[in-house]
């Protein structure tokens, strides 16, 4: 590998406040934010809106969409040219 050209990877934690739900990697994400993990030592953190921990296709708990009003909608859009 050639010097010099290569971001800076380094250990980051991820965060996901809306779950409680944080993990150490490594990344070239910088942040100015810092977070002292279980180790003790301090780490700079990312904040993401969506993770594993919350993301519905993973937890199981999806939202509830009213289809019927949608079926509907697109059946009075189209039923002029049904005829």
Do not use: C
């Not at 993401?48 to 939202?63: C, K, L, M, Y």
Request: no cysteine.
């Amino acid at each position: 590998m050639k010097n010099g050209i290569h971001p800076d990877y380094h250990p980051v934690v991820y965060r996901d406040r809306n779950a409680d739900y944080a993990f150490l990697t490594r990344s070239t994400e910088k942040s100015e934010k810092t977070v002292e993990w279980t180790d003790g030592k301090t780490y700079p953190v990312v904040d993401v809106q969506i993770s594993a921990a919350s993301h519905p296709f993973w937890t199981g708990r999806s939202r509830v969409l009213d289809t019927a009003g949608r079926i509907e909608k697109f059946r009075a859009k189209y039923a002029k040219f049904a005829k």
